[in-house]
């Protein structure tokens, strides 16, 4: 069984055609809306039988609340009735394509983590490594309003002057990771996560003062944990340009990407893999939604495991 863990601030019409699209007797969608969003918005979600938590976080772009807005919905999940054997992040603008009955068979023969973990260099030319350095307040990046323009100044004119942080004498012996926000994990590596925040309180305290933690936080934990030789990569596919500030809005040109014969992710040195979910979509778009309702519905994914060793 599968738990969907969806992130959603808006686009309802997106975020139902997604629950629509994973209802399956195979798994159950739970749903973490922004608590600066109107809940009832989302209403058509719980009715076509997603699960709105009630344990809601006040979401900033690159901000560690990306990460406890992702831990509530697998705390969530982890209490559910349900024993379930794999957790997938999404975004409310992600979308699958395949069945979840043919991921659910998928990933049952697979003993694998989808998520990406490249190493994090040390040094002036690592972007993650120098995200880190600084201690920052989270809501100026893309914060609207007196309060973000007041969170900006601080950030750029106060905390920006202060020293570096000692980043590797506050990891210790840990090790940095990062990759897409977005993966599959099992309960395994769920539970390690968790086990992970408890004794690693240090790294939680800088991650919450750093920028875009919810690409490191979720791949240097599992990294850490006995799963960490079972990592296979993203299984989500998001066409980035050089200089974006996001991923693509899927068009008709990538949807002709995604459903060519023999298409596959490979990143970070893993071994190539399907792609189970695309982002990212806007909602509006039915006829790029059909097209890959199509393509889901009539494909076939492979049950056999991944070739080649673990890692």
Not at 206 to 218: G, I
Not at 270 to 282: C, D, H, M, Q, S
Request: charged share 20%; proline share 5%; aromatic share 8%.
């Amino acid at each position: 069984m599968i738990a969907f863990l969806v992130l959603v601030h808006d686009n309802p019409r997106q975020a139902l055609a997604l629950v629509e699209s994973l209802r399956s007797s195979h798994a159950r969608t739970f749903i973490h809306v922004d608590a600066k969003s109107d809940i009832t918005q989302f209403q058509e979600c719980a009715q076509a039988g997603a699960v709105l938590i009630e344990e809601r976080k006040s979401v900033h772009w690159g901000g560690f609340s990306q990460v406890r807005a992702a831990l509530a919905l697998m705390r969530h999940a982890l209490r559910d009735e349900i024993p379930f054997t794999h957790f997938a992040l999404l975004s409310g603008s992600d979308y699958p394509i395949a069945t979840v009955e043919a991921i659910a068979s998928y990933l049952a023969a697979q003993d694998r983590e989808f998520i990406d973990a490249e190493p994090v260099l040390e040094g002036p030319d690592s972007l993650p490594w120098q995200r880190m350095l600084k201690y920052q307040m989270e809501g100026g990046w893309r914060g609207a309003g007196l309060r973000g323009r007041i969170i900006r100044e601080v950030n750029a004119h106060i905390l920006s002057r202060l020293p570096n942080r000692d980043v590797r004498a506050i990891a210790g012996p840990v090790a940095f990771f990062r990759g897409s926000a977005y993966w599959i994990l099992t309960r395994e590596a769920v539970e390690a996560i968790f086990a992970f925040s408890r004794k690693h309180k240090s790294i939680v305290r800088l991650l919450s003062h750093s920028v875009c933690s919810d690409e490191t936080f979720f791949h240097t934990a599992v990294m850490a944990g006995p799963r960490a030789s079972h990592v296979a990569g993203t299984s989500t596919y998001a066409q980035w340009f050089p200089g974006s500030s996001g991923p693509t809005v899927v068009d008709d040109s990538l949807v002709d990407v995604v459903t060519a014969p023999g298409f596959h992710l490979a990143s970070g040195g893993r071994r190539a893999r399907p792609a189970l979910f695309v982002r990212k979509l806007n909602g509006d778009d039915s006829g790029i939604r059909n097209r890959l309702d199509h393509y889901r519905t009539t494909r076939v994914l492979p049950t056999e495991p991944l070739p080649g060793r673990h890692g």
